[in-house]
């Protein structure tokens, strides 16, 4: 496509990036979608850590309707603008939302950035590092706008009244795959644009267009219940979704002692003395975080003397007896200044979950039980007793 008069080009200077985030409140699909917690955080918060974490973008705003994605957004460190009814009902555009933003932060504080990052919060698999990236191939293509896509291996096909019909190539003259074009499908994750396009096209797409390739696991987006049920699998698994675990800021882990230093196994002896079984593996890591700066803290529900003798051997601070191990976590955090975003909690059952849903980073050993793994944005691959605050 040839050059276009989307605005002026930036200068020298580096230049001025505004990420949006559309957020209605409504949902058909999945009702309160956006808030849905989903890796121990709500589905919005992993979009607004990407913007956050880009180095390009210089703002990031939330667009929305409801007050309760308001409130976690700005606890999450993004600016909030509530947009008006007539642009928050399931007719209304995406579009609107941004032209929104730009019209009310110019009219209010004469702010006109030089590109737009269009985040959608339904499409969480990027990471600061992608629209970092994305926002190079725009100024280096000298581009007017981008899309997100993910390469389309394979052979198209559109079902259509009269039938089946190849798209993708000829299916008279079949191609070899390598020998094919390349196809991509956009995956609705990320746009950078110049804001002159959106306000002359009315569309995030226009004048000369880029693309901005990511793997194939990133066509995936959130809108049903199903899709939800996907992705908590997906970010437990640090291999496939490295980005999930963000352990940037956190100051302090906190562990449960049973089932997580331990087996969840206990020998008793004829007189009934206790002991269990630890890994020595454990021990080394734990050194290594105090020797990094992270605070520790073991958290117990049970009060046993082997916790205590365990927690001091490793030089740890320990409080057992915890029936309610939220409060006791909770005033700990207190004492020392502490947000919930700041601190790590590894756990393995029923009794961990409001630790985990409350905390930064909830992590749950490999053998967890089934109810306390989706809390979890990390499950690790060992089990309790088995090396598991070592991998951590």
């Known amino acids: 496509m040839g050059r276009s008069d989307a605005g002026p080009r930036p200068a020298a200077r580096s230049p001025e990036i505004l990420a949006v985030i559309p957020a209605r ?27 956050l974490e880009a180095e390009r973008v ?33 007719t209304a555009t995406s579009e609107s939302a941004l032209l929104h933003v730009l019209d009310t932060l110019e009219e209010r504080e004469g702010y ?97 267009i880029a693309v901005y390739r990511m793997p194939p696991l990133a066509v ?28 940037t800021g956190v100051r302090l882990l906190v562990m449960d002692f049973d089932g997580v230093f331990t087996d969840n196994r206990v020998l008793v002896a004829e007189d009934g003395t206790e002991s269990v079984l630890c890994h020595r593996g454990d021990g080394w890591g734990l050194s290594r975080l105090g020797e990094a700066g992270i605070g520790l803290l073991v958290l117990s529900t049970e009060e046993n003397p082997v916790v205590g003798a365990r927690c001091r051997k490793l030089g740890i601070p320990f409080l057992q007896g915890c029936r309610d191990k939220l409060s006791a976590l909770e005033g700990f955090a207190r004492e020392r200044g502490l947000s919930p975003r700041e601190i790590a909690y590894l756990g393995n059952d029923v009794n961990d979950l409001p630790c985990l849903r ?35």
């Open 112 to 208: 006109v950035p030089d590109l737009l990052v269009f985040l959608q919060a339904t499409s969480p698999l990027r990471t600061g590092e992608d629209i970092d990236r994305a926002i190079g191939i725009l100024l280096e293509e000298e581009a007017d706008s981008l899309f997100s896509a993910t390469t389309l291996h394979g052979f198209v096909w559109r079902l259509a009244e009269d039938g089946p019909r190849s798209l993708s190539y000829d299916h008279r003259a079949r191609p070899r795959r390598q020998d094919a074009p390349e196809d991509v499908i956009e995956n609705g994750s990320l746009y950078v644009l110049r804001p002159g396009i959106l306000r002359r096209e009315g569309n995030r797409l226009g004048g000369r």
């Open 58 to 90: 210089g703002r990031v705003v939330v667009s929305t309707d409801d007050p309760e994605i308001a409130r976690v957004s700005r606890e999450a460190g993004a600016e909030v603008l509530l947009r008006p009814p007539e642009i928050s009902g399931d």
């Open 25 to 51: 409140g409504g949902s058909r699909g999945i009702p309160g979608k956006n808030l849905l917690p989903l890796g121990g955080v709500p589905l919005i918060v992993h979009t607004i850590d990407d913007a």
């Open 220 to 247: 995936f987006q959130i809108d049903t219940p199903e899709d939800a049920d996907l992705f908590r699998s997906l970010i437990t698994l640090p291999e496939a979704f490295p980005t999930a675990v963000r352990p």
């Open 358 to 392: 409350w905390c930064g980073l909830p992590i749950v050993v490999g053998d967890a039980h089934p109810s306390v793994r989706a809390a979890a944005r990390w499950i690790t691959r060992r089990r309790g007793g088995e090396g598991a605050i070592r991998e951590v």
